[in-house]
Each structure stands twice: as structure tokens, then as C-alpha cells.
């Protein structure tokens, strides 16, 4: 192993020295790219807001329109309609024109299995049940 291999710069000048370089080698190899890590921190924060929550929540049952999204979320129809655009930009949700009504969808299948495993995670820690064997990539 090189020394940049088993070293790491990090702010302030201080520099780490791994304890397992192979491991942290075989991680640095298989971590995604830039561009793939960006969009998937863009969907968790996404996420990460009630309203939001609410909206997508709502949308994994079935497609809606803004006035019903409001009802579900509990927000004006103003407030679903500025939250409905950053799903849309980070393509979670995506719209449907019906005539004069414009139904909103989850983007695909991925968003609801998100979902059901964030789900499954709450659950775990609500009733501080231990992990489930899980197959790693």
C-alpha cells in the first residue's frame, strides 16, 4: 500500500492513519461517485421535512391532486405546490394532467421502498428490536 492509501488529509492539517488500510481500501473502492453520492443526499434531504413526508406518504397509496394533498398534509394548497416542485426537481414525484386537473405520482417504486424500509427502521427503534440478518452489497 501506498502512504495515500493508508493516510487521509483532513481539515486543519492533521493527517490519519488507517488501522486497517485494506479495509479502507476496499471501502474508498466500492463508495459511489460524487455526482451518485450528490443525488442521493438531494433525496434524503428531501425527505427529511413533514410536510414532505406527508405528501409522499399519501402518494404512495395513490396518485393525488394538489387540493387533496393539501387536505392529506394539512397545508395550503400554496404550501403543496412549493413542496410538490423540489420533489419534482429531484425527481420523486411527477405530475399527470387530467383534463384541468393535475394528479401527482410517486416517480417510481423506489420512493415507496424508501419508505418501507425507513419504516421498518422506526419500528426497529420504537420497540428497540435488534437488526434483521440483512445481506450486504
Same mark, same amino acid.
Given at each position: 500500500?501506498?502512504?495515500t492509501e493508508e493516510s487521509r488529509s483532513i481539515a486543519h492539517g492533521t493527517t490519519l492513519t488507517?488501522?486497517?488500510?485494506?479495509?479502507?481500501?476496499?471501502?474508498?473502492?466500492a463508495?459511489?461517485?460524487?455526482d451518485l453520492l450528490t443525488l442521493v443526499v438531494e433525496a434524503f434531504q428531501a425527505?427529511?421535512?413533514p410536510t414532505r413526508?406527508?405528501?409522499l406518504y399519501?402518494?404512495?397509496?395513490r396518485p393525488l391532486c394538489v387540493r387533496d394533498l393539501a387536505i392529506v398534509a394539512g397545508v395550503s394548497?400554496?404550501?403543496?405546490?412549493? =413542496?410538490l416542485r423540489m420533489l419534482r426537481d429531484r425527481r420523486l414525484v411527477k405530475p399527470r394532467r387530467d383534463g384541468n386537473v393535475i394528479t *401527482?405520482?410517486?416517480?417510481? *417504486?423506489?420512493?415507496?421502498?424508501?419508505?418501507?424500509?425507513?419504516? *421498518?427502521?422506526?419500528?426497529?427503534?420504537? =420497540?428497540?428490536?435488534?437488526?434483521h440478518p440483512h445481506p450486504l452489497p
Open positions: 500500500m501506498t502512504h488507517a488501522i486497517d488500510a485494506e479495509a479502507v481500501a476496499a471501502v474508498r473502492a463508495a459511489p461517485s460524487d425527505l427529511a421535512d413526508a406527508r405528501i399519501a402518494l404512495v397509496r394548497e400554496s404550501a403543496v405546490s412549493h =413542496q *401527482y405520482a410517486l416517480d417510481d *417504486y423506489h420512493v415507496a421502498a424508501l419508505f418501507r424500509e425507513a419504516e *421498518y427502521h422506526a419500528d426497529h427503534v420504537r =420497540q428497540g428490536l435488534p437488526d
